[in-house]
């Protein structure tokens, strides 16, 4: 006699979903926190320039140049109802300060928090907000030594410059056209313009001829 193979339990069907439901589950798994991170990313580019500034008493004092190479980008999920991120954008900025012809070279980085949020719109409008920050919010390390520590004083608030100068670049990036319209995404009009692909992709080329059971017997009465 030999042992019959013991059968497995079928899984339970899974719960149906609402509307809502579902609607909320495609947000989360479209709009996820890694496609936010490249968007970001590919809105900021690879590199800054700025200067040379004046900066110093009267702005006469000393000239700033600076070079500066975004990093990849980190993030959160905000927890709560609603979908949003918490995104931190590192920057890699090597600058230099002309006083007198003396040229001092430094190394800082900047992170920028950005917080980016959905809305929807009637009639099927998805709305992307992004919210930066604060000056003071826009964290700034400076390597230095001691000398080079010294020549950063005596050019008062040329670190504040730096954080200003950071925000208006990224200002200026976000408030362009052709970004402020991916802020706004037609999900109607998104699908109706990839719908004949949909259906490409899913219908084969050459379908089967159709088979008629009832036209087949009566071909064999005739």
Same mark, same amino acid.
């Given at each position: 006699m030999t042992d019959e193979p013991a059968l497995e339990p079928t899984p339970p069907a899974p719960a149906p979903m609402t509307y809502a439901d579902f609607g909320e589950a495609f947000l989360r798994k479209v709009i996820h926190r890694r496609r936010v991170l490249e968007v970001i990313e590919r809105v900021l580019g690879e590199k800054i320039e700025l200067g040379p500034i *004046?900066? *110093?008493p009267g702005r006469k004092f000393a000239k700033v140049r600076a070079v500066g190479w975004f990093q990849p980008t980190s993030g959160i999920e905000i927890p709560g109802p609603d979908i949003g991120f918490r995104i931190i954008v590192p920057v890699d900025v090597d600058f230099e300060i002309e006083i007198a012809r003396d040229v001092n070279r430094f190394r800082a980085r900047l992170l920028v928090p950005i917080t980016v949020r959905l809305r929807l719109e009637p009639p099927l409008d998805l709305l992307v907000d992004v919210a930066l920050p604060e000056e003071d919010e826009v964290s700034l390390q400076v390597e230095t030594d001691k000398r080079r520590s010294?020549? !950063?004083q005596r050019v008062a608030g040329l670190e504040n410059e730096l954080r200003r100068f950071m925000m208006r670049v990224m200002e200026?990036?976000?408030?362009k056209p052709h970004i402020q319209r991916i802020m706004r995404v037609d999900l109607l009009q998104l699908v109706d313009d990839t719908w004949p692909e949909l259906v490409d992709r899913l219908l084969p080329d050459d379908p089967p001829p159709h088979h008629d059971p009832d036209a087949e017997a009566a071909a064999?009465? !005739?």
């Open positions: *004046g900066a *110093g010294a020549v !950063l200026k990036e976000f408030a064999h009465l !005739l």
